[in-house]
């Protein structure tokens, strides 16, 4: 047996050698108690490849990171890519934030290399549809009416050359209606060293996955650098899965939970390939132990947010609790809630959005910005983009905060084409401290052809969320990554900077167009046409023919002639006439 | 049908005296002149401007009147038995009788029935109709005595006299400067009133065109540094933009003011375009100079006005183009003919009849000879060099060629499917898509087409043919408004005169009325209520095209049939007895 074992070691050492390339994967899970008695459960996992992406050689053998996902992204020279599918709203003010920011339905930014600067166009809409075919999603329903290159927002969050925010080379794009489900999770699982075979995919029952009040899976690729000095790249691959599950709805009465209850089942093994296997436990609000319980026994995480605050999770390292030699040893964390405090400290920065107006002409969105930090003013940098179809009115744009206008500091403005390309609005603005910033634009709701609808016509038209792009020193209810670290949880305990890059997604609108009636395409065709061919038939006739006085009781046309047989058959058969005529002609 | 039976023998006679007596022609002639002075009232008061027409038409009607004296005399001589016709034939037989004693006429027997008329008049006008007249209205009141009088009097007078009543109609403006007040008013007081938030976005009276909103976002987005063409909501031309972004700089205040100043301006060159039209068409007779009023007075043109719709550019180039033709100035008219074009495209047409009025105030003729193509090469070239003018002038204010797809190209494609009041955009909107590019050429050749023909049958009368054409592109451009129809019926009268021939005027006055009301309320319930759909607008749009198209060929009818009156007379030949009927043939 130990000799079976050695030479497969053996074995294995010669393989990485031979590839000359080192990947590893992380599984993390971070599981928040929420102010509202739901819980936050965040999983990540992460695989990091130390290879440059750049090099498309380098992209032919692969160990742990998904071939056919690698194969995407070196044949359409990828550099970033962020996916993300959704449903169901974020709720920041209720929530906090969450550890990637994602608007319900789909999601798909990237950056592309620039040595493919002049093809980006294609390279885009090539990745679209092979991401559509990998994930099932409707991705490839995004076209140029869709896509966008932000100026401000959506920058790059890997390995950046200083040439390399040119932001000629990304694209954006967002279905507003897209919908999220299992057949999505599948090919999205699939890409896992483990997919959910063991690990802690193996609590992903689908039953229970999607009755829940926000789902999001993500897809995260960016390079980063191998050491401090940079000196080498590595690619590293994040695929995310978030949700806010509601306890109520797995049974009982009260908001405690467990892995049992909110899962259906406890975690059974660890990834195998895994490096790290770790479960989080946000245990920060639980000052002094009075407001609840975490069993079993854990090991406590700390994370110096400011001076003043300090932010503590239980931690659970799967690989060491579960130990393969006993058959029956299971994670199951169980929580009971002591006394819930049902309010909470409302995230510094939060927005909403919605519809004004009525009727099928005309309307306006208002989004409204809150910066609950009582001295500092915030710059945030507002994204939004709207469908071809609503003509918006820049002109109608007002920025007001408690009565005042606000000056943005910079506007970038793309206006629509008609079935081109969408309106973007790219706003970098300064909210003054503790305020309510109101930001609204009219617009005139276009026409469309009735092919253009869909087929529930009615339904309305989605459309997709805007963006929120801010630095925020010190959040205290934001708990994510570093930008420098892999890991949700960095095992050398270096703690984020000070400044916490933040992205919020407003809510996605629904607008309803003017509808033609789509049953009578041919009569509306017959009736124009017939008021146009009234209108050539009279001057046709005015025009090429002239006045002339003929005989009033001589009818021309068919109807005459056929008068005039019939007169001519009644003289035959009467005779009358007939023999007035001839009289006279003798008489002649 | 035993009526004319009878008249066949009847006009057999006539036929065979006419070529037996073809002596008494001469007599015919002089009967003739003897009711001429009756006659040349009557057509010198219906009559063209230049006098060799007159002469013209003189002669025709001379020899018709003739002819028909000259069967009336023949019928006379038959003996057929006119107790009372005044006068025996002055001359004698100068052919001996064809047929000899025993017959003493050439009847064998007289004739069955008397003539039905009392005499073979020699000219029909100076009496009144024996028959009752086929037309619904007669156009006697044309021909009142007391206008014969007053223009006999008026010949009488001198040069001081026209010169006194020039004075007097001048004091007439005057008195009606108080109604330009009132509209003057009228407008100021309701573009400052919240009317105006209200009118700017009736999709009746402003296009995705000449929409005010659009033109604001023009200024909003040159204001941030973004091209306002390289979006699809401006479609508003540099130039015009430019004029407003001039303005902006002063104050915003003055736009109001420049829409009214500019419907103002329209009123203004219209009211000198009917007094010139007027002295072209009638030289001393006082037309009414309604059409300024029938234009500042309309209320599709005060709405267009307060809700700030660009058409008044459009409108203020053709009325130019239409003023100087008549003023015989070359520039000045083809520089409006070019800022419509410019501004709308489709005043491109208006050249013909401006090249046409031009010729006519300048004695061309219209004959192929080096003369008048050198004349028309001269209108054609000028036109194109401010074209190329107003182009360019345009390339310098965005340094862009842009706009021209997003004017023109939008003018042409039809991209924009927001309902107005013509016949596209439903009719792409429920478009098959492979049948999109064959209709929109088909509906765009349509609008532009009736030029030709219009062209070649009115080549006479010039201005006339400049309404029609107006009216033709209010009903065919591809986002017509109401505005637009206000030019044309401003311009309908000039020809008050033709009106008495119109012949469905209450139907078409009834649509009209019907569609611009029911037009609001049925956007309403289709876009706010729900309670409608877009047929429904449709249907007005429908009838509110077909309104005008039945006015425009009506008014074309009408203006043809007067023509003919004018050279054949009022009342129509007798052909077997009974008047004969006009028809188009």
Same mark, same amino acid.
């Given at each position: 047996?130990?000799?079976?074992?050695?030479?497969?070691?053996?074995?294995?050492?010669?393989?990485?050698?031979?590839?000359?390339?080192?990947?590893?994967?992380?599984?993390?899970?971070?599981?928040?108690?929420?102010?509202?008695?739901?819980?936050?459960?965040?999983?990540?996992?992460?695989?990091?490849?130390?290879?440059?992406?750049?090099?498309?050689?380098?992209?032919?053998?692969?160990?742990?990171?998904?071939?056919?996902?690698?194969?995407?992204?070196?044949?359409?020279?990828?550099?970033?890519?962020?996916?993300?599918?959704?449903?169901?709203?974020?709720?920041?003010?209720?929530?906090?934030?969450?550890?990637?920011?994602?608007?319900?339905?789909?999601?798909?930014?990237?950056?592309?290399?620039?040595?493919?600067?002049?093809?980006?166009?294609?390279?885009?809409?090539?990745?679209?549809?092979?991401?559509?075919?990998?994930?099932?999603?409707?991705?490839?329903?995004?076209?140029?009416?869709?896509?966008?290159?932000?100026?401000?927002?959506?920058?790059?969050?890997?390995?950046?050359?200083?040439?390399?925010?040119?932001?000629?080379?990304?694209?954006?794009?967002?279905?507003?209606?897209?919908?999220?489900?299992?057949?999505?999770?599948?090919?999205?699982?699939?890409?896992?060293?483990?997919?959910?075979?063991?690990?802690?995919?193996?609590?992903?029952?689908?039953?229970?996955?999607?009755?829940?009040?926000?789902?999001?899976?993500?897809?995260?690729?960016?390079?980063?650098?191998?050491?401090?000095?940079?000196?080498?790249?590595?690619?590293?691959?994040?695929?995310?899965?978030?949700?806010?599950?509601?306890?109520?709805?797995?049974?009982?009465?009260?908001?405690?939970?467990?892995?049992?209850?909110?899962?259906?089942?406890?975690?059974?093994?660890?990834?195998?390939?895994?490096?790290?296997?770790?479960?989080?436990?946000?245990?920060?609000?639980?000052?002094?132990?009075?407001?609840?319980?975490?069993?079993?026994?854990?090991?406590?995480?700390?994370?110096?947010?400011?001076?003043?605050?300090?932010?503590?999770?239980?931690?659970?390292?799967?690989?060491?609790?579960?130990?393969?030699?006993?058959?029956?040893?299971?994670?199951?964390?169980?929580?009971?809630?002591?006394?819930?405090?049902?309010?909470?400290?409302?995230?510094?920065?939060?927005?909403?959005?919605?519809?004004?107006?009525?009727?099928?002409?005309?309307?306006?969105?208002?989004?409204?910005?809150?910066?609950?930090?009582?001295?500092?003013?915030?710059?945030?940098?507002?994204?939004?983009?709207?469908?071809?179809?609503?003509?918006?009115?820049?002109?109608?744009?007002?920025?007001?905060?408690?009565?005042?206008?606000?000056?943005?500091?910079?506007?970038?403005?793309?206006?629509?084409?008609?079935?081109?390309?969408?309106?973007?609005?790219?706003?970098?603005?300064?909210?003054?401290?503790?305020?309510?910033?109101?930001?609204?634009?009219?617009?005139?709701?276009?026409?469309?052809?009735?092919?253009?609808?869909?087929?529930?016509?009615?339904?309305?038209?989605?459309?997709?969320?805007?963006?929120?792009?801010?630095?925020?020193?010190?959040?205290?209810?934001?708990?994510?990554?570093?930008?420098?670290?892999?890991?949700?949880?960095?095992?050398?305990?270096?703690?984020?900077?000070?400044?916490?890059?933040?992205?919020?997604?407003?809510?996605?609108?629904?607008?309803?167009?003017?509808?033609?009636?789509?049953?009578?395409?041919?009569?509306?065709?017959?009736?124009?046409?017939?008021?146009?061919?009234?209108?050539?038939?009279?001057?046709?006739?005015?025009?090429?023919?002239?006045?002339?006085?003929?005989?009033?009781?001589?009818?021309?046309?068919?109807?005459?002639?056929?008068?005039?047989?019939?007169?001519?058959?009644?003289?035959?058969?009467?005779?009358?006439?007939?023999?007035?005529?001839?009289?006279?002609?003798?008489?002649? | 049908?035993?009526?004319?039976?009878?008249?066949?023998?009847?006009?057999?006679?006539?036929?065979?005296?006419?070529?037996?007596?073809?002596?008494?022609?001469?007599?015919?002639?002089?009967?003739?002149?003897?009711?001429?002075?009756?006659?040349?009232?009557?057509?010198?008061?219906?009559?063209?401007?230049?006098?060799?027409?007159?002469?013209?038409?003189?002669?025709?009607?001379?020899?018709?009147?003739?002819?028909?004296?000259?069967?009336?005399?023949?019928?006379?001589?038959?003996?057929?038995?006119?107790?009372?016709? +005044?006068? =025996?034939? *002055? @001359?004698?037989? !100068?052919? $001996?009788?064809?047929? /000899?004693? #025993?017959? &003493?006429?050439?009847? %064998?027997? +007289?004739? =069955?029935? *008397? @003539?039905?008329? !009392?005499? $073979?008049?020699?000219? /029909?006008? #100076?009496? &009144?109709?024996?028959? %009752?007249? +086929?037309? =619904?209205?007669?156009?006697?009141?044309?021909?009142?005595?007391?206008?014969?009088?007053?223009?006999?009097?008026?010949?009488?007078?001198?040069?001081?006299?026209?010169?006194?009543?020039?004075?007097?109609?001048?004091?007439?403006?005057?008195?009606?400067?108080?109604?330009?007040?009132?509209?003057?008013?009228?407008?100021?007081?309701?573009?400052?009133?919240?009317?105006?938030?209200?009118?700017?976005?009736?999709?009746?009276?402003?296009?995705?065109?000449?929409?005010?909103?659009?033109?604001?976002?023009?200024?909003?987005?040159?204001?941030?540094?973004?091209?306002?063409?390289?979006?699809?909501?401006?479609?508003?031309?540099?130039?015009?933009?430019?004029?407003?972004?001039?303005?902006?700089?002063?104050?915003?205040?003055?736009?109001?003011?420049?829409?009214?100043?500019?419907?103002?301006?329209?009123?203004?060159?219209?009211?000198?375009?009917?007094?010139?039209?007027?002295?072209?068409?009638?030289?001393?007779?006082?037309?009414?100079?309604?059409?300024?009023?029938?234009?500042?007075?309309?209320?599709?043109?005060?709405?267009?006005?307060?809700?700030?719709?660009?058409?008044?550019?459009?409108?203020?180039?053709?009325?130019?183009?239409?003023?100087?033709?008549?003023?015989?100035?070359?520039?000045?008219?083809?520089?409006?003919?070019?800022?419509?074009?410019?501004?709308?495209?489709?005043?491109?047409?208006?050249?013909?009849?401006?090249?046409?009025?031009?010729?006519?105030?300048?004695?061309?003729?219209?004959?192929?000879?080096?003369?008048?193509?050198?004349?028309?090469?001269?209108?054609?070239?000028?036109?194109?060099?401010?074209?190329?003018?107003?182009?360019?002038?345009?390339?310098?204010?965005?340094?862009?060629?842009?706009?021209?797809?997003?004017?023109?190209?939008?003018?042409?494609?039809?991209?924009?499917?927001?309902?107005?009041?013509?016949?596209?955009?439903?009719?792409?909107?429920?478009?098959?898509?492979?049948?999109?590019?064959?209709?929109?050429?088909?509906?765009?050749?349509?609008?532009?087409?009736?030029?030709?023909?219009?062209?070649?049958?009115?080549?006479?009368?010039?201005?006339?043919?400049?309404?029609?054409?107006?009216?033709?592109?209010?009903?065919?451009?591809?986002?017509?408004?109401?505005?637009?129809?206000?030019?044309?019926?401003?311009?309908?009268?000039?020809?008050?005169?033709?009106?008495?021939?119109?012949?469905?005027?209450?139907?078409?006055?009834?649509?009209?009325?019907?569609?611009?009301?029911?037009?609001?309320?049925?956007?309403?319930?289709?876009?706010?209520?729900?309670?409608?759909?877009?047929?429904?607008?449709?249907?007005?749009?429908?009838?509110?095209?077909?309104?005008?198209?039945?006015?425009?060929?009506?008014?074309?009818?009408?203006?043809?049939?007067?023509?003919?009156?004018?050279?054949?007379?009022?009342?129509?030949?007798?052909?077997?007895?009974?008047?004969?009927?006009?028809?188009?043939?």
């Amino acid at each position: 047996m130990a000799a079976v074992g050695g030479s497969f070691a053996v074995c294995l050492l010669f393989l990485s050698c031979s590839l000359a390339v080192k990947d590893v994967f992380h599984e993390e899970l971070f599981m928040r108690p929420l102010k509202t008695g739901h819980v936050y459960a965040h999983f990540q996992f992460t695989t990091v490849w130390d290879v440059d992406i750049r090099d498309s050689k380098a992209f032919s053998h692969y160990n742990l990171f998904p071939k056919s996902f690698g194969q995407i992204i070196n044949q359409y020279s990828v550099e970033e890519l962020h996916l993300s599918l959704t449903q169901g709203q974020w709720q920041h003010e209720q929530w906090g934030y969450p550890v990637t920011s994602a608007p319900p339905g789909a999601e798909l930014w990237v950056w592309f290399q620039d040595r493919v600067e002049e093809s980006v166009d294609e390279n885009w809409s090539g990745l679209t549809q092979a991401l559509s075919g990998q994930f099932c999603a409707s991705l490839n329903f995004i076209d140029s009416k869709t896509t966008t290159s932000p100026k401000l927002s959506f920058r790059r969050e890997g390995v950046a050359s200083a040439a390399g925010t040119n932001s000629s080379l990304l694209r954006h794009a967002a279905l507003p209606r897209e919908l999220v489900c299992t057949e999505n999770l599948t090919p999205w699982k699939k890409l896992l060293p483990c997919d959910s075979k063991a690990g802690l995919t193996t609590l992903f029952y689908s039953l229970l996955l999607y009755s829940v009040n926000y789902h999001s899976i993500g897809v995260h690729l960016r390079p980063i650098c191998q050491d401090p000095s940079c000196s080498q790249f590595s690619v590293e691959l994040v695929q995310s899965l978030s949700m806010v599950l509601d306890p109520l709805l797995r049974g009982g009465s009260k908001f405690d939970w467990s892995f049992k209850r909110l899962f259906g089942r406890p975690i059974k093994s660890a990834c195998p390939l895994a490096t790290t296997s770790k479960v989080y436990v946000d245990i920060s609000s639980n000052k002094s132990g009075s407001e609840f319980t975490v069993s079993p026994a854990f090991s406590t995480v700390s994370r110096q947010v400011t001076q003043q605050h300090q932010q503590h999770f239980a931690m659970y390292d799967v690989k060491q609790i579960i130990n393969p030699s006993v058959s029956e040893s299971t994670l199951n964390v169980v929580f009971k809630w002591k006394r819930r405090a049902t309010q909470g400290i409302p995230p510094q920065l939060y927005a909403q959005r919605f519809v004004t107006g009525y009727g099928e002409e005309k309307g306006g969105i208002t989004s409204l910005i809150h910066n609950r930090h009582p001295t500092d003013p915030l710059p945030v940098v507002y994204f939004a983009t709207f469908p071809w179809f609503l003509r918006i009115f820049l002109h109608t744009l007002t920025i007001k905060s408690a009565g005042k206008d606000i000056k943005p500091d910079i506007i970038h403005v793309t206006p629509a084409k008609d079935r081109m390309r969408p309106y973007t609005l790219e706003i970098l603005l300064t909210l003054p401290a503790n305020s309510v910033t109101e930001l609204s634009i009219q617009f005139h709701k276009g026409f469309l052809k009735w092919t253009e609808h869909p087929p529930d016509a009615h339904h309305g038209f989605y459309i997709s969320s805007a963006v929120i792009s801010t630095k925020l020193r010190s959040p205290l209810n934001y708990t994510g990554p570093s930008r420098q670290s892999s890991l949700l949880f960095p095992s050398d305990g270096t703690t984020p900077g000070e400044e916490v890059f933040l992205c919020l997604h407003t809510e996605i609108l629904l607008i309803s167009l003017p509808t033609p009636d789509f049953s009578m395409p041919y009569n509306v065709i017959c009736l124009a046409c017939t008021v146009m061919a009234i209108a050539f038939g009279s001057f046709h006739n005015l025009s090429s023919r002239r006045f002339e006085a003929v005989d009033s009781t001589k009818s021309t046309g068919l109807i005459g002639k056929v008068k005039a047989m019939l007169a001519k058959l009644k003289g035959k058969i009467f005779g009358k006439k007939k023999e007035e005529i001839p009289e006279e002609k003798k008489a002649n | 049908m035993r009526g004319t039976l009878l008249l066949i023998p009847c006009l057999l006679v006539v036929v065979a005296l006419v070529t037996l007596t073809e002596g008494k022609f001469v007599a015919s002639k002089n009967q003739d002149q003897d009711t001429d002075n009756h006659g040349l009232d009557t057509h010198e008061h219906e009559s063209h401007d230049n006098e060799s027409h007159e002469e013209d038409e003189e002669e025709e009607e001379g020899s018709f009147d003739s002819e028909r004296a000259a069967s009336g005399s023949g019928a006379k001589d038959a003996n057929v038995g006119y107790p009372g016709y +005044p006068y =025996p034939s *002055p @001359y004698p037989a !100068p052919y $001996p009788a064809r047929y /000899p004693a #025993p017959y &003493p006429s050439p009847y %064998p027997y +007289p004739a =069955p029935y *008397p @003539y039905p008329y !009392p005499a $073979p008049y020699p000219s /029909p006008y #100076p009496y &009144p109709s024996p028959y %009752p007249s +086929p037309y =619904p209205t007669t156009p006697r009141t044309i021909i009142l005595p007391q206008k014969i009088t007053k223009r006999k009097k008026r010949r009488k007078k001198g040069e001081e006299e026209i010169q006194r009543q020039e004075r007097q109609r001048r004091q007439e403006g005057k008195g009606k400067l108080k109604r330009k007040e009132t509209t003057f008013a009228s407008r100021l007081f309701l573009i400052y009133s919240p009317v105006k938030d209200w009118l700017i976005n009736r999709i009746e009276l402003s296009t995705p065109l000449t929409a005010w909103n659009r033109v604001q976002e023009g200024l909003s987005l040159v204001k941030h540094g973004v091209s306002p063409y390289s979006g699809d909501v401006v479609h508003e031309t540099p130039l015009v933009l430019a004029v407003f972004l001039g303005l902006q700089e002063v104050s915003e205040l003055l736009f109001p003011l420049l829409f009214v100043v500019g419907d103002l301006l329209v009123g203004w060159l219209l009211y000198k375009l009917a007094s010139l039209h007027s002295q072209m068409l009638l030289k001393e007779q006082t037309l009414n100079l309604k059409s300024y009023a029938n234009y500042l007075l309309n209320p599709y043109t005060i709405g267009s006005c307060v809700a700030h719709s660009t058409v008044i550019f459009t409108n203020v180039a053709v009325a130019t183009a239409l003023l100087f033709s008549l003023r015989g100035s070359i520039l000045l008219s083809t520089l409006g003919v070019a800022i419509g074009t410019y501004h709308s495209l489709y005043p491109v047409t208006l050249l013909a009849p401006v090249i046409l009025i031009l010729m006519k105030v300048r004695c061309v003729d219209i004959e192929f000879n080096k003369k008048t193509v050198m004349f028309v090469s001269q209108v054609v070239a000028s036109f194109i060099v401010w074209t190329v003018l107003l182009l360019g002038m345009s390339y310098h204010v965005f340094k862009s060629w842009d706009f021209l797809t997003a004017t023109h190209g939008f003018i042409l494609q039809v991209s924009d499917l927001t309902p107005n009041m013509g016949l596209f955009w439903y009719f792409f909107t429920e478009m098959f898509e492979h049948f999109r590019i064959f209709f929109l050429w088909v509906f765009q050749i349509n609008a532009f087409f009736y030029c030709i023909p219009l062209t070649i049958k009115l080549r006479d009368n010039p201005t006339f043919l400049a309404c029609m054409l107006c009216s033709v592109m209010a009903i065919m451009k591809s986002y017509p408004a109401l505005g637009d129809t206000a030019l044309p019926l401003a311009l309908l009268a000039l020809w008050m005169h033709i009106f008495p021939y119109l012949r469905n005027t209450l139907m078409v006055t009834c649509m009209l009325l019907c569609s611009s009301f029911l037009a609001p309320v049925f956007w309403q319930l289709w876009i706010y209520a729900g309670s409608a759909n877009a047929n429904f607008f449709f249907a007005i749009t429908l009838a509110y095209s077909t309104a005008q198209i039945l006015l425009t060929s009506d008014v074309l009818f009408a203006f043809l049939r007067r023509e003919y009156d004018l050279h054949h007379g009022i009342y129509p030949p007798i052909m077997q007895g009974e008047p004969a009927s006009v028809i188009l043939r």
